[in-house]
């Protein structure tokens, strides 16, 4: 089994910052991807970031020059630099991970964490 461990989340004012991180823990052989989805009252949830095994990111249109995914050097934790936030940024952040048992691939999900950003 593999828990999706979040943090970071919280209130800021738009023009803020902050910094998300997400860490992945149990029988882990090799991950395929791990990102980061939002979803905000009475929306869809959607990708803002994901980093895939290679290193290769993707980013929404709404995020990309203002967030940066990264992953730390056990390659089992991400971190998202959210910059210039604004309040359409408001949203539940959900951390998700694609993790390789041999040849299967299961996809988690973290417990999400809330950003709120004030105008």
């Known amino acids: 089994q593999v828990q999706l461990v979040e943090s970071g989340g919280g209130l800021v004012q738009a023009g803020g910052s902050l910094r998300l991180s997400c860490a992945a823990s149990g029988s882990i052989s090799s991950i395929n991807y791990m990102g980061w989805y939002r979803q905000a009252p009475g929306k869809q949830r959607e990708l803002v970031a994901r980093?895939?095994?290679?290193?290769?990111?993707n980013y929404a249109d709404s995020v990309r020059g203002r967030f940066t995914i990264s992953r730390g050097n056990a390659k089992n934790t991400v971190y998202l630099q959210m910059n210039t936030l604004n309040p359409e940024d408001t949203a539940v952040y959900y951390c998700?991970?694609?993790?390789?048992?041999?040849?299967?691939?299961?996809?988690?999900w973290g417990q999400g964490t809330q950003v709120t950003v004030s105008s």
């Open positions: 998700n991970a694609d993790v390789l048992f041999g040849m299967r691939a299961t996809n988690y």
């Open positions: 980093i895939l095994r290679a290193g290769n990111t």
